[in-house]
Structures are given as C-alpha cells and as structure tokens.
C-alpha cells in the first residue's frame, strides 16, 4: 500500500481525472459547508476570502477597486468568491474544470442575480478556452497544488490578461503544506521542493462539511514560492509585491484557532515560527 503523500508516478492527465472525480463529489457536500445562505440574506455580502483579496489588491487598481474591471477568476470551485467579486462591480468570468461545480456557481449566480459568464476547462487550457483579455485574473487558496506545471499556468494567465493588466494570486503557503497537520507541535513531515513526481494522498473528508467522500484519492504537486515567482517572471510578467501571513482561511489542523473573519492561525507562540499563506500581485508590461 502507497504511504499517504507519498511520491508517485503518475502522468498528469490521469493525476487530473482522478482529482476531478474528487472534486465533483465535493461539490453537494460543499454547497452546504460553505454556508450559501449568506449570500442569500444579504444582497452586500461578500466571501471573507475576497474582503481580504481585495484589501491587498487596493494599492494595484486604478481605483482601488474591481468595479467596471474585466475579472477572470481561475479555479473558481462552486463560484462563492466570483459571485462576491461580481457584487463589488467587476464583470466575472469563473473558470474551472468540474461541470458539477460550474452548474452550482451557475445556480447560485443567477438565484441572486448577478451576472457572470462560466467556463468549463482546465487550468492549463484557459487561454485558448475563455474569449478576450482582462483587467485582472484572479486565484485565492488552495489552486495550484493541483497544477503539475506552472510554467504553462502561468503562460495562461500572460495570455489572459490585457497589457497593463494585474495578475493576484493568494494561496497556502508551501512551507504550511510541509507540515505535518496530526503533530502536536509544528513539524515538517513532507516535501517541499518539487521534483516531477506527484504526491498521493487518501482522505474521507473535505476541508468543509463532515459528510464523508466515496472518492478518497487525490494527487497534489508541491511546488517551492521561487517556483511560483519564477515561473511568472518568465511568462513575461513583472513582479509588484510578495507578502506572506499567518492567517489562513481554512483549518490545516486541528490544532489551529479561530482567529476572526474565517481565519486560522497556529496557537500563539507558533505564528511566527512558519507562514501560513502567501500573495503575489504581478502586471503584464502595457
């Protein structure tokens, strides 16, 4: 029996379809833990996600804000954090390779009215999958550990966005995905560097909701921040701000706290001792 996040060999075709069967089973499971009713109550609520997202985008906008942009969200999920971005005025396109997940997006966009176009690709095809150029693409927690290349992510993004245009991205950091989440203090317990192989896992549950998965087996592939920037720098982008955290909008582990607004943290003491997420903000060259 493979170990759990184990390397394997796996090409990425079949590591992305047994991803995919994962995620559409996510989706019902999702719909209840990310607690939709939010959006239904009040017509001016947004994800915390994108509240934060777009505190760190103000500086990079010509108005300090998405209203009036042309926004291209990849790996979109069910649509919650397109849908907020919509409602602080961007024109959205969300994108993202599980047909469960759009159709959700899809219903829940249009049970509160706000418009927004889906597009169902792969990541690593949205160029030649989604028409025109945008002001911004947008990407926030939990992305690109699903993405073997990142050379040819990012080669997607440069052709997505219009020149001048700003490119966010905001993720768990590698250093986090290092960690072992069952220790009773922090402990590094798995790869930091990639190195083509694909790591295994097996889990029954999903980071919200507590009903379990059939569809237990998923593929992620680690990838180092200098990988990150780099490959962004080499698709011709130029690099405006790097910042890391200690927050988290999800709990890694069990022994993470609760810290406001849908974040998490390590106990106190331990925050400063390992990043929790990190945010890129890049500009294609006008």
Not at 119 to 126: F, I, N
């Amino acid at each position: 029996m493979t170990a759990d996040g184990a390397d394997v060999p796996i090409s990425w075709e079949s590591g992305r379809q047994t991803n995919l069967v994962n995620w559409e089973e996510r989706v019902p499971i999702h719909e209840r833990g990310y607690a939709l009713d939010r959006f239904r109550e009040d017509p001016g609520y947004l994800s915390s996600v994108v509240r934060t997202d777009l505190a760190a985008l103000a500086a990079f906008l010509p108005d300090g804000g998405v209203s009036g942009l042309e926004v291209c969200h990849l790996q979109c999920h069910i649509g919650t954090d397109t849908v907020s971005l919509a409602r602080a005025g961007a024109r959205v396109t969300g994108v993202d390779f599980s047909p469960a997940a759009l159709a959700s997006a899809e219903q829940l966009a249009d049970e509160l009215g706000v418009k927004a176009t889906w597009v169902e690709t792969d990541v690593l095809e949205a160029r030649d999958a989604v028409e025109g150029e945008f002001d911004l693409v947008y990407t926030s927690i939990g992305t690109i550990c699903w993405l073997e290349d990142l050379d040819r992510w990012a080669a997607q993004i440069a052709g997505l966005l219009r020149p001048g245009g700003t490119f966010y991205i905001r993720d768990t950091h590698p250093v986090m995905l290092t960690i072992d989440p069952d220790a009773n203090e922090l402990v590094q317990r798995d790869r930091y560097f990639a190195n083509g192989l694909a790591q295994q896992w097996e889990g029954e549950y999903t980071y919200a909701g507590d009903e379990k998965l059939t569809a237990t087996r998923t593929y992620e592939w680690p990838h180092p921040l200098s990988e990150v920037v780099n490959a962004l720098i080499g698709a011709g982008l130029a690099l405006l701000r790097l910042d890391e955290d200690w927050r988290l909008p999800w709990k890694f582990s069990s022994r993470m706290v609760e810290v406001g607004d849908g974040d998490w943290a390590w106990p106190e003491g331990e925050r400063d001792r390992s990043p929790a997420t990190f945010t890129v903000v890049a500009r294609k060259p006008a």
